[in-house]
């Protein structure tokens, strides 16, 4: 079993839908990342959380850490937010990350 | 300056080439970092220099070779690649050194393609 599981792995919505992605995980950690990665580009980094929550415009970030749980919300979803989403757990020197949700948002 | 400027943006080189990536970041992070990225897959960590020094190789094989000349330069030598190391390289950096990551600062990454 990974040590950090996302869902869902695909999702497609219309323009303004709310969008949930979430991020499971099974050791501790002192930290979770999401991270954004347009087709063919960088990554950036939406945020990095420990506990709680973390908003940024139409972005929010959730984190639970004794159910071992995170999510990543959109609201007013836009075609401009589609991209790969990555979880990222925070390990020792270095990041495990999930295998990615691709988020679609059609017009 | 929060950016992490990766060059060149692609590269095509032969199995007998030598080439090299280049990164730079001029935000006085003392961690820096080699992803490899293959194509809808999340990227593989290779390389890790903290404080100037290489503190992780993740197995790496040896036709990749690090380097980190000051704290603000970070390249990859390559030598007598395999087509199957065709992928995306990704270079980030952190704050802190590596045993305290914080947040990650990615460049755009440089697209190799070896023939």
């Known amino acids: 079993k990974n040590e950090v599981e996302q869902s869902p792995q695909n999702l497609t919505a219309q323009e303004g839908e709310f969008i949930t992605i979430n991020c499971s995980y099974s050791v501790g950690i002192s930290a979770l990342h999401w991270l954004q990665q347009h087709p063919g580009g960088g990554i950036v980094s939406l945020f990095m959380l420990s506990s709680g929550k973390k908003k940024h415009g139409r972005l929010i970030a959730t984190i639970n850490i004794q159910e071992k749980h995170s999510s990543l919300h959109i609201t007013a979803s836009h075609p401009r937010d589609s991209a790969v989403y990555i979880c990222?757990?925070?390990?020792?020197?270095?990041?495990?990350f999930g295998q990615g949700t691709r988020l679609t948002i059609n017009p | 300056d929060t950016e992490v400027t990766q060059t060149p943006k692609h590269l095509v080189m032969g199995m007998t080439n030598k080439k090299s990536l280049k990164c730079e970041q001029h935000?006085?992070?003392?961690?820096m970092y080699w992803y490899k990225q293959k194509a809808k897959k999340p990227p593989e960590l290779m390389f890790v220099y903290s404080y100037e020094k290489l503190s992780i190789n993740e197995s790496v094989p040896s036709r990749f070779s690090p380097e980190c000349p000051n704290s603000s330069l970070l390249n990859l030598h390559l030598h007598a690649l395999q087509p199957e190391d065709s992928a995306l390289y990704l270079c980030?950096?952190?704050?802190?050194?590596?045993?305290?990551?914080?947040?990650?600062?990615f460049g755009e990454g440089s697209r190799l393609t070896v023939l």
């Open positions: 980030a950096s952190s704050r802190w050194g590596a045993a305290n990551t914080g947040e990650l600062f």
């Open positions: 935000m006085g992070h003392r961690a």
């Open positions: 990222a757990l925070q390990g020792a020197q270095k990041l495990v």
